[in-house]
């Protein structure tokens, strides 16, 4: 089992011993932050952070050793401990859990096969099969303990715009089906999945579904839940399986082709399989730090300072390393400390928090929303600084001016004159912003604008541009000063803007409206969010559902979606097949156009 981030972090937290943190404790909290405000009451001027600064830590968390930092991993936790340690030497207090600099969070809720699954024929010569040798329970399988007949259903295959049903008039009701891996040899352009083959099963009434395969899947590649028991069995052992029936595997696919029709059949032989899995949840952390306010009837009133920190990690065996996503936004909030810092800070307490989860879905910040270190409704303004690192024409976009009163007002007079500043009203990109902006905190959105590399091996560190993030950098800290002293924002509920996107596809081109969990390794598309009123939004998928089926192809990876949408106009109607809650369901979406 994977220690938790709890335990990963273990030597890191014992470096620091603050006091613990908690909502409850908020007037406590406040004595705190005054008694610091009397120490830092020399204030001295904010120096922006250097360029040399800002390169030396997206070059550090874009290293290679740094696996990419995805969020849960070895290289995730390795950009954690380089951030806490970053923060405590800086001098801020801990605002994580247990006066650590750590905020731990789910990232992932896993599953590991546990020792007494099992699967057996019944009957004379009764002999389990070698559980991870024979045959290996997926991941998404329901957990239970069944007796039934073995039916073979061919391929396992419903399309009906082919007409082909590899279970017309066979009865699968409450009895463990066998199915072969592929589609039907002579319809070569028919693709059938995993998931396609558990639906299909489902929903014929099988109590479980074995799929015969010439290897055996990973645990967490077949980790997406369809309410159904089911595993992959071997060939060999598929054949052991069936020897009371005198045929084998072999001979069964080759009369399947040989008719090219349907031949599913009772096979006779019964069986047990009991499916046991051990949960396994995956663990990350936000990274926050705290400096206290100088002004006693401020210092309660706190600002945010955000980025993600995580990235994608290993892609198809291929690092990447997101130097400008979110390398270039985590190295800006970490200059801000410690310029702040070292001026004594502001009147309104800073609160400088480094986000995981963000690519698995926002993850790292909708916990700290529902978990902040210092309450929400204290909270004045939050600033997040996502892919700053890629400015060019001196172009600086700022989102979600809009959403709280005086906020163009401070940012255009933090304005250098030679800053090419374009300010949005809302910008609906999906980044951590939107967990505050949805809790009811004015937000202000960092970005440069968009480049071909990014979420790909080629977003490396020596295609920042340094003098453009110290630039932001400069602007940010103008800002922040603005919103520390005297302007306080009122929370203003916008419209739903038009949606934008950070890569791939062109203006105009058809358009869905998701964005996944690229670094998911189950097959199927778990959907890390769904932008509001797109296509996706009014067909009613949501945040986790995972898409199975997109017209007539199977989706297994964001690049299934990409090519499809590629051959698609907007205004065209699809039928999605999705599961939620391992429970399949199907809806109609018309495509919108990419803004």
């Given at each position: 089992?994977r220690p938790?981030?709890?335990?990963?972090?273990?030597?890191?937290?014992q470096?620091?011993?603050?006091?613990?943190?908690?909502?409850?404790?908020?007037?406590?909290?406040?004595?705190?932050?005054?008694?610091g405000?009397i120490?830092?009451a020399?204030?001295?001027?904010?120096?922006?952070?250097?360029?040399?600064?800002?390169?030396?830590?997206?070059?550090?968390?874009?290293?290679?050793?740094?696996e990419?930092?995805a969020?849960?991993?070895a290289?995730?936790?390795?950009?954690?401990?380089y951030?806490?340690?970053?923060?405590a030497?800086?001098?801020?207090?801990?605002?994580?859990?247990?006066?650590?600099f750590f905020q731990?969070?789910?990232v992932a809720?896993g599953v590991?096969?546990?020792?007494?699954?099992?699967?057996e024929?019944?009957g004379?010569?009764?002999?389990?099969?070698?559980?991870?040798?024979?045959?290996?329970?997926?991941?998404?399988?329901?957990?239970?303990?069944?007796?039934?007949?073995i039916?073979f259903v061919?391929?396992g295959v419903?399309?009906?715009?082919?007409?082909?049903?590899?279970?017309?008039?066979v009865?699968?009701?409450?009895k463990i089906?066998?199915?072969?891996?592929g589609?039907?040899?002579h319809?070569?352009?028919?693709?059938?999945s995993r998931?396609d083959?558990?639906?299909?099963a489902?929903r014929?009434?099988?109590?479980?579904?074995?799929?015969?395969?010439?290897?055996?899947?990973?645990?967490r590649?077949?980790?997406?839940?369809?309410?159904l028991?089911?595993g992959?069995?071997?060939?060999?052992?598929?054949?052991?399986?069936?020897k009371?029936?005198?045929?084998t595997i072999?001979?069964?696919?080759?009369?399947?082709?040989g008719?090219?029709?349907?031949?599913?059949?009772?096979?006779?032989?019964e069986?047990r399989?009991?499916?046991?899995?051990?949960?396994?949840?995956?663990?990350?952390?936000?990274?926050i730090?705290?400096?206290?306010?100088?002004?006693?009837?401020?210092?309660?009133?706190?600002v945010?300072l955000?980025a993600?920190?995580?990235h994608l990690?290993?892609?198809d065996g291929?690092v990447?390393p997101?130097?400008?996503?979110?390398?270039?936004?985590?190295a800006?909030?970490?200059?801000?400390?410690?310029?702040f810092?070292?001026?004594?800070?502001?009147p309104?307490?800073l609160?400088?928090?480094?986000?995981?989860?963000?690519?698995?879905?926002l993850l790292?910040?909708?916990?700290?929303?529902?978990?902040p270190?210092?309450p929400?409704e204290?909270?004045?303004?939050?600033l997040?600084?996502?892919?700053?690192g890629?400015m060019?024409?001196?172009?600086?976009?700022v989102?979600?001016?809009?959403?709280?009163?005086g906020?163009?007002?401070?940012?255009?007079?933090?304005?250098?004159?030679?800053?090419?500043?374009?300010?949005?009203d809302?910008?609906?990109?999906?980044?951590?912003?939107?967990?505050?902006?949805?809790?009811?905190?004015p937000?202000?959105y960092?970005?440069?604008?968009?480049h071909?590399d990014?979420h790909?091996?080629?977003?490396?560190?020596?295609k920042?541009?340094v003098?453009?993030?110290?630039?932001?950098a400069?602007f940010?800290?103008?800002v922040?000063?603005g919103l520390g002293?005297?302007?306080?924002?009122?929370?203003?509920?916008?419209?739903?803007?038009?949606?934008?996107s950070?890569?791939?596809?062109?203006?105009?081109?058809a358009?869905?409206?998701?964005s996944?969990d690229a670094?998911?390794e189950?097959?199927?598309?778990?959907?890390?969010?769904v932008l509001?009123?797109?296509?996706a939004?009014?067909?009613?998928?949501k945040?986790?559902?995972?898409?199975?089926?997109l017209?007539d192809?199977?989706?297994?990876?964001?690049?299934?979606?990409t090519?499809?949408l590629?051959?698609k106009?907007?205004?065209?109607?699809?039928?999605?097949?999705y599961?939620?809650?391992?429970?399949d369901?199907v809806?109609?979406a018309?495509?919108?156009?990419?803004?």
């Open positions: 089992m938790t981030v709890d335990e990963r972090l273990a030597a890191g937290k470096r620091y011993n603050g006091s613990v943190i908690r909502r409850a404790l908020f007037p406590s909290i406040v004595v705190v932050l005054l008694a405000s120490a830092a020399s204030q001295r001027p904010v120096v922006p952070p250097s360029g040399a600064e800002l390169h030396r830590d997206v070059s550090a968390l874009a290293a290679p050793e740094m990419g930092r969020s849960g991993t290289g995730g936790d390795l950009a954690a401990r951030l806490a340690d970053r923060l030497a800086m001098g801020l207090k801990p605002g994580g859990e247990a006066g650590s731990s969070f789910i809720s590991a096969v546990a020792p007494e699954s099992l699967l024929r019944l004379a010569e009764r002999r389990p099969l070698e559980l991870g040798r024979d045959w290996t329970p997926h991941g998404g399988s329901l957990a239970a303990d069944i007796r039934g007949e039916v061919g391929h419903v399309a009906a715009d082919r007409g082909w049903d590899d279970y017309a008039g009865d699968v009701q409450d089906a066998l199915a072969l891996e589609s039907p040899s319809l070569t352009d028919l693709r059938s998931l083959k558990l639906v299909a489902r014929h009434g099988a109590r479980a579904l074995l799929i015969v395969s010439d290897a055996l899947p990973s645990i590649a077949t980790a997406a839940a369809v309410r028991v089911s992959t069995i071997s060939l060999v052992a598929a054949d052991r399986l069936l009371p029936l005198g045929r072999a001979q069964l696919r080759a009369a399947l082709a008719s090219r029709a349907p031949s599913g059949f009772g096979t006779g032989v069986a399989m009991r499916v046991s899995l051990a949960r396994e949840d995956r663990r990350a952390a936000n990274v730090g705290i400096l206290p306010g100088t002004d006693p009837e401020r210092a309660s009133e706190v945010v955000g993600h920190y995580d990690g290993r892609v291929a990447h997101g130097a400008d996503d979110n390398a270039s936004g985590t800006v909030v970490l200059g801000l400390a410690r310029s810092s070292m001026s004594g800070g502001t309104r307490t609160v400088f928090a480094l986000f995981g989860g963000e690519e698995a879905g790292g910040s909708t916990h700290y929303v529902r978990r270190t210092l929400m204290r909270t004045i303004a939050m997040n600084f996502d892919m700053v890629r060019r024409d001196r172009r600086l976009n989102g979600y001016v809009g959403s709280g009163s906020f163009r007002d401070v940012v255009t007079a933090a304005a250098a004159d030679s800053l090419n500043l374009v300010l949005h809302a910008l609906l990109v999906p980044s951590d912003h939107m967990s505050f902006y949805g809790a009811g905190t937000v202000l960092f970005l440069t604008d968009p071909d990014h790909t091996p080629r977003d490396t560190a020596d920042i541009n003098a453009g993030m110290t630039e932001v400069g940010a800290a103008r922040v000063a002293g005297e302007m306080r924002p009122t929370y203003v509920k916008l419209s739903p803007p038009a949606s934008t950070q890569g791939g596809g062109a203006s105009g081109s358009f869905l409206g998701v996944v670094h998911l189950a097959d199927g598309l778990r959907l890390a969010s509001p009123d797109t296509a939004a009014r067909a009613g998928l945040s986790g559902d995972v898409i199975v089926r017209g192809q199977p989706i297994n990876r964001f690049e299934d979606l090519k499809m590629e051959r106009q907007p205004g065209d109607t699809l039928l999605v097949l599961l939620r809650d391992g429970e369901h809806a109609s018309t495509l919108g156009a990419r803004p």
